[in-house]
């Protein structure tokens, strides 16, 4: 493989702030990657990069919001650092429970109450469904409601009233004390500290800010993006088709020509996909189960033809550090687990040694199959392995292909699946067995919501990745992309803005401005925001490129460092 090292760059760690610092950009840099020899590699081989995983994966990044990348990051004013909506909604104040810094024992109270929360409110739930659910109803369990006990029930066609569960909660005191303990002065990373901490986010990630730029906006100023919001709507106001009148373009090359004219998003030039999965592609194909489409990469290959997951960015910068042709063979699906829906071939009628105390604590018998995501993606590459030329115009015969990694973003829905990293141990070996790449390179994207430096690895995926990672068999061939620096988590206060300074105020005005702006209309994970998913898929493919030259993983000193608390 030949590496071309301009743009992997090493940065340099910033110790201001001590606990208080989100990460140090070092977290997501792959080290600097010299010259490979051009006589030891054939670089008409068709390399091939295998991109699974969820609705992280799957993409909902708008390009307009890459408007935010012109921009210096939005600075929340304080006083939405401490606005306390009566019950507990994740807004900003009330997610302090989650990231409190202090002693172990001050921060297992947090997780304490957070899973009280939780199971109150699957305990009413239940109790209204019990009571209300249809089959109930039938049943004639509605006159078992206790009223002496647990008082008026919500209205029947109110099953799923937040309020009812939220003044339960509310009567067994549980908000008060969790308003106690983001209080406590045991707490040393109050949410009034983590709003002023924003005011530098973007200054511990500022040589991957410069290089996305670059590559991706090399020349474009803000006033651009209006100028393609203009043309863009005046396609709309001219189109006679209504779902022209919604995204005025014919496919995906067709947009994407449209955005490099008006803010210069690139194309690739060497770089195609076969996607499958959860992605635009009508009709579906004959005798599929899922959706499949390809071309050269473009935005447009994510949830659908306006939006982009990290395979475009991954592709974009990928190409900038690789020669010959490169194919990304992308499978991605969104609500899926690794704990069943990817779960690999080796643990069908098998457990993992987590998985089995948890089972057998519980008295369940074992009853796990392959997942269907793992049947279906291995279908797809399959399809795609038998003939790469269908795939790729450059495919040279002779040449052949090397395969040259796998790129893994996923896990939401297995947050409290304690034996991720057991599975995801078996799931690359698995994968490396199924496609003959015993030493295959992996690099695996760190769900980044929490977006806080002590919450890192306090997600289960988040902690069986750094795990995988680690293992004897595994050690010096998988990496990790630390993705929390780049969360916009500023932007989860637009939304509050209105309610503490008024509708008609200045910030109010402008948090509308800015939301408008860098909030996707779905804004589904990381706000749909193409500054993250930019960032984000720039720093895999920088991992990626690393590996393949055979440097070290970067992730187990980064670990050290967040777990020891030395950034």
Known sequence: MNIKPTLIMKHSLIAAMAVLLTLACAASAAPAASAASKDAVDNRKLKIVFMMGQ????????????????????????????????????????????????SEEFMAKGEALIAERADSRKLWRDRIFGNFSRAALEAGKKDEWNYKEWGDPPHVRGIHNRKFLDLKAEEAGLYKRMEDYIESPENKFHPKDAIAEIANRDGYIAEDLKRVREIFLEGTKPEDFDKMAEAEDALK??????????????????YANFLKEHVNLPIAERTYIAAAGELRSDPLPEGKTFKQASGVLTVGWGQNTGVSGPEYPFGISFEHMVDGPVLIVKFAVGGTSLQSS?????LANAETPIEKAAREAEGGEMDVQVGPMWSMAMAHIEEVLADPGKFHPDYDPEAGVELAGLVWFQGWNDLNNTAYGEQFVHFIKDFRKAVNAPELPVV?????????????????????????????????????VNTLPYMPVELGFLWDAEKVFGKESKEAEKASYIKERTVAKDGTHYFGNAKFVYLAGDAMARKLANLLQGGEPSIHKEAEKILNGTN
């Open 342 to 346: 990817w779960r690999p071939p080796s």
């Open 444 to 480: 695996t994207g760190l769900m980044g919501h929490e977006a806080w430096q002590q919450s890192t690895f306090a997600t289960e995926p988040n902690k069986g990745m750094l795990y995988a990672a680690q293992q004897p068999e595994l050690k010096g061939t998988v990496d990790v």
């Open 237 to 254: 106001a001219a189109a006679e088709d209504r779902k022209k009148r919604q995204f005025p373009f014919e496919d995906r090359l067709e």
């Open 55 to 102: 609705s992280n994966m799957v993409g909902y990044a708008s390009p307009g919001t890459a408007w935010y990348l012109t921009q210096p990051i939005y600075q929340p004013p304080a006083k939405l650092g401490t606005y306390k909506p009566r019950f507990f909604n994740w807004n900003h104040y009330w997610r302090g429970v989650t990231y409190t810094l202090g």
